[in-house]
């Protein structure tokens, strides 16, 4: 996925195209980390940790 300035810990997450099962669930960034690579087709890179996001009644 290309990187995003927006994208940050605890911000909601959502999926598309991975199938009904994936693609409702709640689910936040738990960590994401953005790392920058300046050589020949270098870039932005973004990886995200996901997690399910909790619900008030800590389920």
């Known amino acids: ?6 994208a940050m810990a605890g911000a909601p997450v959502s999926l598309s195209g991975f199938g009904a099962s994936r693609d409702g669930l709640d689910l936040v960034a738990s960590s994401n980390q953005h790392e920058w690579s300046f050589d020949e087709g270098g870039g932005w890179l973004m990886t995200i940790e996901l997690a399910n996001r909790k619900t008030r009644n800590g389920t």
């Open 1 to 6: 996925m290309e990187g995003s300035h927006e």
